[in-house]
């Protein structure tokens, strides 16, 4: 069995220095790099870029509102064509990064308020695919399984694959709980652990109301600006090695 463990970088900017990228990325096999919207800046891109490419991490494309202040977790009202423009100028501005080197883009995968909203507006989902579709229609999108994304990309042949959280708990209808809500990350690694076992070998989780739901799991996401981010991956690739599941990016 194998499953691609992501996590989001690149997400410093200026002077502010947010997670452990140096140490987070050689642990992964694909990285979502921020790029510029809601994180990250060019001398941030670049050094992401050349981290990812020294550990042989696959490369992806973590666009956002442009909510700097935000962190962009908050939502926007944005018209398609205005999110599909902010969608190609992310991708753009990142593969710069990686042209100057011969590296190419794996994945595109949607940030926080972004990502939630697309899993639940079509709309919003539409415009994702249009942008990645006639920006290079190879590369493949991470979403829930359960969304409108997800769903959406593989009706319009798209690549795509269904990602898991390590650090947030879910809602009966296979959504993330809000980050307002109690209980809606999970703080104890051997908890984090133990979900995602059971989503990778049972395909199925808890979620916050106790029940048990099915879920895909064909990437595991962690948050790279998480207090326990780094412990978080460490345990998990050791637990998953144990299990017999080999962690390998998809362009692998």
Same mark, same amino acid.
């Given at each position: 069995m194998? =499953?691609?463990?992501?996590?989001?970088? %690149? /997400?410093?900017?200026? *002077?502010? #220095?947010? %997670?452990?990228?140096?140490?987070?990325?050689?642990?992964?096999?694909?990285? +979502?790099?921020?790029?510029?919207?809601?994180a990250g800046d060019p001398l941030v891109m670049e050094k992401t870029v050349k981290l990812c490419k020294?550990? %042989?991490?696959?490369?992806? =494309?973590? $666009?956002?509102?442009p909510d700097l202040q935000g962190f962009g *977790?908050? +939502?926007?009202?944005? #018209? &398609?064509?205005?999110?599909? #423009?902010m969608l190609l100028y992310q991708m753009g501005a990142l593969e710069a990064f990686l042209h100057k080197d011969g590296l190419k883009l794996q994945h595109v995968? &949607?940030?926080?308020?972004?990502?939630n909203m697309a899993a639940k507006e079509e709309e919003l989902a539409k415009a994702i695919c249009d942008a990645v579709k006639e920006?290079?229609?190879?590369?493949?999108?991470?979403? !829930?399984?359960?969304?409108? @994304?997800? !769903?959406?990309?593989?009706?319009? %042949?798209? $690549?795509?694959?269904?990602e898991v959280f390590m650090d947030r708990a879910y809602e009966e209808d296979g959504s993330l709980v809000n980050r307002r809500k109690p209980g809606a990350m999970i703080t104890d690694e051997e908890e984090a652990i133990e979900r995602v076992l059971s989503m990778v070998l049972e395909k199925k989780v808890r979620a916050i109301t106790g029940k048990e739901i099915p879920i895909q799991a064909d990437s595991i996401c962690v948050?790279?600006?998480?207090?326990?981010?780094?412990?978080?991956?460490?345990? @998990? *690739?050791? #637990?998953? /090695?144990?299990?017999?599941?080999?962690?390998?990016?998809?362009s692998r």
């Open positions: 194998k =499953v691609d463990l992501n996590a989001d970088v %690149g /997400e410093s900017f200026g *002077r502010y #220095t947010l %997670g452990m990228d140096d140490h987070l990325i050689p642990l992964l096999s694909s990285a +979502n790099i921020a790029c510029g919207y809601h020294n550990a %042989g991490v696959a490369l992806g =494309v973590h $666009p956002g509102f *977790r908050r +939502n926007m009202d944005c #018209t &398609p064509k205005e999110l599909k #423009t995968k &949607p940030h926080g308020a972004l990502y920006y290079d229609s190879s590369l493949i999108i991470l979403a !829930q399984a359960s969304g409108k @994304l997800y !769903q959406l990309a593989e009706k319009m %042949g798209i $690549p795509v694959k269904a948050h790279g600006d998480g207090e326990k981010a780094l412990l978080f991956v460490e345990k @998990l *690739r050791k #637990t998953l /090695e144990k299990e017999g599941v080999t962690i390998e990016a998809f």
